[in-house]
């Protein structure tokens, strides 16, 4: 047993020759050197470089061994090489599609698709982290009969498609006829 009652695997430190133990960290459980800190040694137990999505059948450019494979990671999806960590090779997936619409928000950028990290569409403005506008349907142009807000996003509402404001504070079905506050006689 270590110092912290933490028991020792029956590795030594390649870089000391101590006993290696089982420690938790916010990436996931690894092995340390026991005679920290004169020692520095760390092992993870499983490595952070995603899981595969699927393969894309193309070799990889830097190695030209291995494949290029899709992967989710923490901070999203990649491409990377199957024959990591032989291959450090890595790649952006697609550069998002622009629209032609005008963030409404900063009225400089232009508001891109994007994928989330769990794989849900959005649209955000491209001067992100200036703007961080975003919406998750899609948008479309036009302007707000209620609060004249620059821009309108297209949902599904009982089976019809309808266009609603982009404003979070507003979200007015365009269209439809104001609330009568008084009723016929």
């Known amino acids: 047993m270590s110092k912290d009652n933490t028991p020792n695997t029956h590795e030594r430190c390649p870089e000391c020759g101590s006993a290696l133990a089982f420690k938790s960290g916010k990436r996931g459980p690894f092995l340390a050197c026991t005679a920290y800190p004169e020692c520095h040694y760390t092992k993870a137990l499983h490595h952070g470089d995603g899981h595969v999505v699927k393969a894309l059948g193309v070799a990889?450019?830097?190695?030209?061994?291995?494949?290029?494979?899709?992967?989710?990671?923490?901070?999203?999806?990649?491409?990377?090489?199957?024959?990591?960590?032989?291959?450090?090779?890595?790649?952006?997936?697609?550069?998002?599609?622009?629209?032609?619409?005008?963030?409404?928000?900063?009225?400089?950028?232009?508001?891109?698709?994007?994928?989330?990290?769990y794989g849900k569409r959005f649209f955000a403005c491209d001067q992100y982290p200036k703007c961080h506008f975003a919406v998750n349907a899609q948008p479309i142009a036009g302007t707000c009969e209620q609060c004249g807000f620059a821009l309108l996003v297209e949902r599904k509402k009982g089976g019809k498609t309808v266009h609603q404001c982009a404003d979070k504070s507003c979200s007015a079905i365009q269209g439809e006829p104001a609330a009568e506050s008084e009723s016929e006689d």
Not at 70 to 89: A, E, N, S, V
């Open 60 to 117: 990889c450019p830097a190695c030209h061994q291995g494949e290029l494979v899709l992967r989710q990671g923490r901070f999203g999806m990649f491409i990377g090489c199957d024959q990591f960590p032989q291959c450090t090779h890595i790649e952006k997936p697609d550069e998002p599609d622009h629209t032609t619409l005008t963030c409404p928000a900063c009225h400089k950028g232009e508001l891109v698709e994007r994928t989330s990290r």
